[in-house]
């Protein structure tokens, strides 16, 4: 089994009862949800040293990152500007 170390988080109320709609394990959910992104992050790492950062492929922003968590809703991040 890995080893795992218990973290404190804060998410809002809502998100919290959607996910507990879903699953009893919420913990185990958002494990899966960070396996997930850091796939995606090393994925689009593996894209950018093989293509480099100018190409514009269908590949690539599928793997844009996600939004951060502390950035506003409907506001776009200054990284996106091409």
Do not use: F
Request: net charge positive.
């Amino acid at each position: 089994m890995a080893k795992t170390k218990k973290v404190t988080i804060t998410l809002p109320a809502e998100l919290l009862e959607s996910m507990k709609a879903h699953t009893d394990n919420v913990s185990g959910y958002i494990t899966e949800l960070a396996e997930r992104a850091e796939r995606r992050r090393l994925l689009r790492e593996e894209l950018d040293r093989y293509q480099g950062n100018s190409v514009r492929s269908p590949m690539r922003r599928w793997l844009r990152p996600a939004r951060s968590c502390t950035e506003p809703r409907g506001k776009r991040s200054a990284r996106r500007e091409h």
